[in-house]
DNA sequence: TAACACAGTGTTATAATATAACATATGTTA
DNA sequence: TAACATATGTTATATTATAACACTGTGTTA
């Protein structure tokens, strides 16, 4: 665990507004969000994005090009990630498992290679779709 | 093992050039090596690639916007798969791995949800870059 | 044969996602 | 204070992806 991350406006803006949404969400619907707070270019959400990722507050759902907040505090800063997501209503779960973690971080290609970090995207129905 | 998928024109120029390449090949750099072959806009690019997905002969790799030759005659239709990626030189290895790819398909979460399809990207660097 | 469905093509236009570049501000440390 | 790092604001642009529509060829079937 690391030091309690002091956050910037824009940072603490972006990562309230992640962190209240039910489902992932997208740059530009981040963007319209906060116009009302001063926030007017792209750049400025791409930037908070960027650092709430470095820091291991958010995490990008690469298959959808969208942020969610990161509800794990065990996921060590974004080195091993997993999520599982609804093909239908397009909710993402953050899973949390340790067996799948270890299994995964410490996994070894046929040429012995370790990775440094890896993210698994799971795809199927939630509980609701089902 | 599915019949012998009969490519289209365009399908086929789209996949050759990415089986030829040595790494992930971005949409519009494919664009560009095609259009002395009449292909002109990028919808026609994106059409093929969706068919060369959906058939499982390339995949993509989301967390770079660019696609590869699938290499793995196992991995049924893109249902499963895994890639190694070197964050120096960029290249792309499709892991073929039974027993991760075994453990990974009868994953279940803590509510037991079993999953249609997952997609796992690794991230290190690669024996070269080393 | 005509009618139809279906997959693919070609084309123009536009939407959505992301970054470059530069000027300014603010906070921390030497 | 000066030097430095981090963040901000802004304009412009690059990159990735889809919408919409007209058309072609091929096979099925009424
Ligand atoms: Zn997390
Ligand atoms: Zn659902
Ligand atoms: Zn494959
Ligand atoms: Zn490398």
Redesign the pocket.
């Known amino acids: 665990m690391g030091q309690a991350q002091i956050?910037?406006?824009?940072?603490q803006i972006v990562l309230d507004i992640i962190e209240k949404a039910n489902g992932p969400l997208?740059?530009?619907?981040i963007l319209f969000n906060v116009q009302k707070k001063?926030?007017?270019?792209?750049?400025?959400?791409?930037?908070?994005l960027?650092?709430l990722i470095e820091i291991g507050k958010i995490h990008?759902i690469e298959s959808?090009?969208?942020f969610v907040a990161c509800r794990n505090s065990n996921c060590e800063i974004s080195k091993a990630t997993a999520f599982s997501i609804c093909e239908s209503c397009e909710m993402v779960d953050e899973i949390s498992d340790v067996k799948l973690s270890k299994y995964l971080s410490s996994f070894n290609d046929k040429k012995g290679t370790k990775y440094k970090r890896f993210n698994l995207e799971f795809f199927g129905l939630c509980k609701k779709c089902k």
Chains 1, 2 share one sequence.
């Open positions: 956050l910037s406006r824009n940072q997208k740059a530009y619907s001063g926030i007017n270019a792209p750049q400025q959400i791409y930037r908070a960027d650092k990008k959808k090009n969208a």
